[in-house]
Nanobody, 115 residues
C-alpha cells in the first residue's frame, strides 16, 4: 500500500507562484513514475506533468515554461514549482504514483488563482 499526501496549495494572485509537494510513504518497490494531474471546476482530470525514476519529464503544453516538476528519490517526494500562475490554472491538483501495476492517488490540494 502506498499513501500520498499533497501540500502547498492555496490562493494566489495572477502572476504569483506556488510550490506543491507530494510525499509518498508505505510499501514502494522498484522504479516508479510520479505525476501531477489537475481537475478544474466542471472539467475532467488532466495530466500536468510526469517524472520517471530516472528524472525524465513530460510537461503539458498549457504549463510548459511556467511549471517545473522535480523529485527527491531518497525522500520519495515530488514537487511542482508553479510560476506565473493564471486564473485558468485554478483546479484541484492531485499526485499519482503507479507502483507494481497499482495506481495510487493523493487526496488533492486546491489551487486558486484570483485577484
Amino acid at each position: 500500500q502506498v499513501h500520498l499526501v499533497e501540500s502547498g496549495g492555496g490562493l494566489v494572485q495572477p502572476g504569483g507562484s506556488l510550490r506543491l509537494s507530494c510525499a509518498a510513504s508505505g510499501t514502494i518497490s522498484g522504479n516508479y513514475a510520479m505525476s501531477w494531474h489537475r481537475q478544474p471546476p466542471g472539467s475532467q482530470r488532466e495530466l500536468v506533468a510526469s517524472i520517471s525514476s530516472g528524472g525524465s519529464t513530460v510537461v503539458a503544453d498549457s504549463v510548459k515554461g511556467r511549471f517545473t516538476i522535480s523529485r527527491e528519490g531518497a525522500k520519495n517526494t515530488m514537487y511542482l514549482q508553479m510560476n506565473n500562475l493564471k486564473p485558468e490554472d485554478t483546479a484541484v491538483y492531485y499526485c499519482k504514483v503507479i507502483n507494481s501495476d497499482v495506481i495510487y492517488w493523493g487526496q488533492g490540494t486546491q489551487v486558486t488563482v484570483s485577484s
